[in-house]
């Protein structure tokens, strides 16, 4: 399997709090050899930018990063348009977008931005997806379903090559809809153990489903917590994985304690049949130009093929 490692947003200590130095951080990356760079759907997030208008920021500035977009809120939006939004991408940086899709924002803050009709969100989700999938690789879309209308509907251009549709999910019902509908899976919050679990259990319900998800599309993020990691941060960040994961017995096993404790991660998680990775800071970093410089000396060199 190829291995790939990119890296997720990292805020610099002392950094202006709405300022989130987009340009700074993919130049840094190109620089670097990054594999990839993973922008987060949080509205309401200081410093966070939109990531489809900071993935189409990022292709004007880089010629080989690979844009990822994690994970981008389906329910709420217009999926004639994000299709539209996503084949506009596909064209002006082939091969390099990479659309992940949640069903619920990470933020409670963020929830009433994404309306759906009460207890629908599951269903909105899933018809939105087939839209999408129909508009990015059908020249004409003629749809009436319960949510959604259209007639010889178009996106243009099309993607020379189809998009790859990952999902993220850790509950076995979004597990199962990953296999029935989903191209790959973006894991977060769990152990190496956990995710061998939800990796067989994709594959389960794929195979249910007469489908095929190739085997090096299962990944994760992995959040280190360096040495010189704000005390305040990676205790607010303990305490959201808590109520996050409140089934987990200790969320510290959800974060890796240094570099070394992240390289045994990935082999653990590779172990467990994962190949892909966003690495991300536990909280704003003091410099990071350091920390794409650690990272690039103890992970890039397992990446493979």
Same mark, same amino acid.
């Given at each position: ?28 990356? !190109? ?41 981008? @809120? ?115 919050? @769990? ?11 994709? @594959? ?8 095929? @998800?190739? !085997? ?14 704000? !005390? ?74």
């Amino acid at each position: 399997m190829k291995i790939r490692i990119g890296v997720g947003n990292v805020p610099e200590r002392g950094a202006q709090r709405d300022d989130p130095d987009l340009a700074g951080l993919v130049t840094d990356l !190109e620089a670097h050899g990054v594999d990839s760079v993973w922008l987060s759907d949080l509205v309401s997030a200081p410093g966070v930018v939109d990531p489809l208008v900071g993935v189409a920021y990022a292709a004007g500035r880089t010629e080989r990063l690979k844009l990822g977009m994690s994970v981008l @809120i389906l329910p709420g939006r217009n999926p004639a348009v994000l299709a539209a939004q996503l084949a506009s991408l596909a064209a002006l940086a082939p091969r390099r977008v990479l659309p992940v899709f949640g069903v619920r924002p990470a933020r409670p803050a963020d929830r009433t931005v994404f309306p759906v009709p009460d207890g629908q969100r599951a269903a909105v989700f899933e018809e939105a997806l087939y839209v999408v999938r129909a508009l990015l690789t059908q020249p004409l879309v003629t749809h009436h379903g319960r949510f959604f209308h259209l007639d010889e509907a178009s996106v243009a251009p099309l993607p020379a090559k189809p998009l790859d549709l990952w999902l993220s999910g850790r509950v076995p019902a979004a597990l199962d809809r990953i296999g029935r509908l989903g191209d790959g899976w973006l894991g977060s919050n @769990i152990t190496p153990a956990e995710a061998e679990v939800c990796r067989a259990r994709i @594959i389960s319900a794929a195979d249910h489903a007469d489908r095929t @998800i190739e !085997e090096d599309h299962y990944g994760t993020y992995l959040t280190i917590v360096q040495d010189d990691a704000d !005390e305040h941060a990676v205790d607010t960040l303990l305490a959201r994985l808590h109520q996050d994961r409140p089934d987990a017995a200790d969320p510290r096993t959800l974060l890796c304690w240094g570099w070394d404790d992240a390289r045994e991660h990935l082999r653990r998680f590779t172990d467990a049949g994962l190949s892909k990775f966003v690495v991300r800071p536990a909280g704003p970093v003091t410099s990071r130009r350091a920390f794409l410089e650690a990272f690039t000396t103890e992970l890039t060199p397992l990446e493979n093929g």
